[in-house]
């Protein structure tokens, strides 16, 4: 390929005036969106009239004058389309540990016959943290987590299982896994399943409803560009919501929260999964950064995160001094969510030097070196600037200089 070739491709691109409504420092190409979204010009306004205007002068009246108390279904309701999702049953609030805390009890008293999560051994952590604290608290005889590679799934799917943990997408490989199929196979055998959207949601064009799905979580900061913390979302089909409790019971959660009863009563919809306090200012944050996406056809931002990574891959692979970056994701498109990942030995260094360089990827341990395709604001001519740049860093072995070899508290 050449520069004519990717030039035109930005030319055809229907996403590409996109990049206007985000703030993007000029010297940087920004690689990390499926890490910490690009900051949308929506949200600094948003934010400063939050604080100033609602907070600062409305004080407590914004509660009601500027629909504060109605942020978590008004961002529910932002996102559901994004992922499929009908009204009534997604709802932001929390972090995705919290909120699969409060899924995955909910999904094992549904079937509470059964004793077992099952998920995947290189799930992200937290997914699996909050399954082993689950069971530490009710005790293995009402929740027991088990671990399979992502390609005996299939396979492990039994009558023991109460639960399958699954995120969509690898965090690591990009490893994108058929939703609908699982989900298909899952229900035959009676399994309740969550599944987490964290590289998922405003990456590729996800069907919950369509695909039958129970329950999932998902990430405010990432693809959807909330800003870091940002709150997190979660659903709850709504044939299941009649159905469960969630055992994070808060007020806010409550049939009538501010009716002060002692006893708890849950809401009978989707409002019965929110715990505590929304977090108004981070809230608002993302609801503004969704504003973004109300023009956005999810296949159009599929088929580009589709043809930015084949283009890296392209590049890449037409440069024999790159040779020893392994490809660990799937060169398959079709199984690939919007991230490459490349095995190196010195993944590390290589990612820190392209930092410097004004390449922002990162590296995820022991040894991936990873870049995220943010189809709303990454260009093709980005695409191959990175590549021009991550040849020049591994053909003059600037990554070997000792100061790329330092390790900052979060990577
Ligand atoms: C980013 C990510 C999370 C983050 O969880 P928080 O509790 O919101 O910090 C969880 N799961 C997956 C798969 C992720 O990629």
New binding site residues.
Partial sequence: MNFNEIAALDKADPLANKRDEFDLPADTIYLDGN?LGALPKTVKSRVAEVVSQQWGCHLIRSWNDHQWIDLPTRVGEKIAPLIGAAKGQVICCD????N?FKLLSSALSLNSQRNMVLSTED??P??LYMVQGLSNLLGPELCQLTLVAEQDIEQSLNDKVAVLLL?QVN?RTGQLLDMQKLTKLAHEKGILVIW?L??SAGAIDVELDKCHADFA?G?G??YLNGGPGSP?FLYVAKRHQANVKQPLAGWMGHAKPFAFDATYQGADNINQFLSGTPSVIAMSALDAALDTWQDVDMAKVREKSIALADVFIKLLQAHPSLIDLRLCSTEDSSQRGSQLAFAHTDAFAICQALIERGVIADFRAPNILRFGFTPLYTSFEDVWNAVTILVDVVETQLYKESRFNLAGKVT
């Avoid at 972090?95 to 919290?98: E, F, R, T």
């Fill in positions: 890490s972090s995705i540990s919290v699969l799930n992200f937290t997914d995120t965090f987490d964290a590289h979580v990430c900061y990432k997190a």
